[in-house]
């Protein structure tokens, strides 16, 4: 079955960018209809969504951190990547990716096992 | 931006018992609202979509209710497993957002 698994540095300096991919495994980027998400959360807190993409590379951000989120994808290696730039100690959080149901406005049925990235000097 | 607002914030239960899980809009999301299972050191796991559909492989003890822009989701019977905490997320309009979440614990 379709699976997702994060990867990408756990450590990060304020002032730089994140960067964090998502492979996607058992099935293709490219069908199903699906849009793919980054979904953090901060620790002990509740989740925050950044943003999807689909595999054409349509995207939507969440305003509150559009300025600093680019999420891309590369359908030949089956992964869409992070980037949030200008980091800062409150963006220390575990990061998700997911795949929303069924296009750009629905739930996550599917969810990878999320990476922590600690922001600090 | 839709706030969703979940209430309790922490619910004491025993197993056995019946347990009742509250989500508010701040505006209408239709039967656009997801539940959410997470538990420690695990991603959330979707139980109910549209409301009041079950996922795929979910128990039948967890089932979902709307009125208005109230949105309830029941535990029939808490089980051990059940322990957990559990999110809202609306997907009416974008930004998608969820609620603050209800930690289901011991009593």
């Known amino acids: 079955q379709v699976q997702l698994q994060e990867s990408g540095p756990g450590l990060v300096k304020p002032s730089q960018t994140l960067s964090l991919t998502c492979t996607v495994s058992g099935g293709s980027i490219s069908s199903g209809g699906y849009y793919w998400s980054w979904i953090r959360q901060h620790p002990g807190k509740g989740l925050e969504w950044i943003g999807n993409?689909?595999?054409?590379?349509?995207?939507y951000y969440n305003p509150s951190l559009q300025s600093r989120v680019t999420i891309s994808v590369d359908t030949s290696k089956n992964q869409f990547s992070l980037k949030l730039n200008s980091v800062t100690a409150a963006d220390t959080a575990v990061f998700y990716c997911a795949r929303l149901r069924y296009n750009n406005l629905a739930d996550f049925d599917l969810w990878g096992r999320g990476t922590l990235v600690t922001v600090s000097s | 931006e839709i706030v969703m607002t979940q209430s309790p914030a922490t619910l004491s239960v025993s197993p056995g018992e019946r347990v009742t899980l509250s989500c508010r809009a701040s505006q209408s999301v239709s039967s656009n609202l997801a539940w959410y299972q997470q538990k420690p050191g695990q991603a959330p796991r979707l139980l109910i979509y549209?409301?009041?559909t079950r996922a795929t492989g979910i128990p039948a003890r967890f089932s979902g209710s709307v009125s208005g822009t109230e949105f309830t989701l029941t535990i029939s019977s808490l089980q051990s497993e059940d322990f957990a905490v559990y999110y809202c997320q609306q997907y009416e309009n974008r930004p998608l957002t969820f609620g603050g979440g209800t930690k289901v614990e011991i009593k």
């Open positions: 549209g409301a009041s």
């Open positions: 993409i689909y595999y054409s590379g349509s995207t």
